[in-house]
């Protein structure tokens, strides 16, 4: 990870990144890691190591308070996140990105993909969870959220419990997506496992019923889990990614 360089955007952030640049005839790979996660996940390396090799622009990044990026996580937010991607593509002058966001990044791609319009080329979505804030907390949660408290969850994949700070509950309630239509029109690949105990895979499902595009196809995945990060998976992914560059 020698190649880390920081990107300040116009709200002060200093925002770590990784880009590898490629042929300007084909869009640029943007990952969206999802929530704690960061830009040296399993899918975020391989996916990088892959696009280097075959040429492709690339792009990796740590939302700030994440990873190598500056800030306190519980500053953060889906609204704060998508300025700080539209910002760092915007000052690698990107024409044309395919946005890969993985959980928590698949709502955050369809957020930015939004912004970008014309300039989006296409998105994957790795057990994309969109409007979490709503269907992954109970009533009980979303009292405790609006009062301004934490939230604290059991964490499958490490021994701290995983926080939702109020900030964010509150921001992401403001950006649901799934009750209409969302105006993207790009080709979109979303890849679920049916055994994902954190998304429900049905999350895709309903996800492709709003999408605007008629390009949408939903790969369900019999076994694995919500990371989808074995080699299979990894391979899964590529194959959608090298279908959506052509």
Not at 3 to 22: L, S
Not at 65 to 85: H, K, P, T, Y
Not at 151 to 175: I, L, R
Not at 181 to 202: F, M, T
Request: aromatic share 6%.
């Amino acid at each position: 990870m020698n190649d880390v360089q920081f990107h300040q955007t116009a709200a002060g952030n200093r925002i770590a990144f990784r880009h590898h640049p490629g042929s300007t005839d084909n869009p640029t790979i943007v990952f969206l890691p999802g929530y704690m996660s960061d830009m040296e996940g399993g899918k975020a390396t391989a996916l990088f190591d892959w696009a280097r090799s075959q040429g492709a622009g690339c792009v990796l990044l740590d939302y700030s308070g994440c990873g190598q990026s500056e800030g306190d996580f519980a500053d953060g937010n889906l609204s704060i996140w998508r300025d700080e991607v539209l910002s760092l593509i915007e000052a690698l002058n990107l024409e044309r990105v395919l946005l890969i966001g993985s959980s928590m990044g698949g709502w955050l791609m369809l957020l930015a993909g939004l912004a970008l319009g014309p300039r989006l080329a296409g998105l994957v979505g790795i057990a994309s969870a969109p409007d979490f804030t709503e269907w992954g907390r109970t009533e009980g949660d979303k009292a405790t959220l609006a009062a301004g408290e934490t939230v604290f969850d059991d964490n499958p994949y490490g021994p701290e419990p995983t926080p939702m700070h109020a900030k964010f509950w509150s921001d992401g309630q403001a950006n649901l997506l799934l009750g209409s239509e969302i105006a993207i029109d790009c080709p979109a690949r979303l890849i679920h496992s049916q055994q994902d105990a954190d998304v429900p895979y049905e999350t895709s499902l309903r996800l492709a019923q709003r999408l605007r595009s008629d390009d949408v196809q939903v790969t369900l995945v019999k076994d694995g889990d919500h990371r989808l990060s074995r080699d299979s998976d990894i391979k899964l992914l590529l194959s959608q990614v090298t279908n959506l560059l052509g």
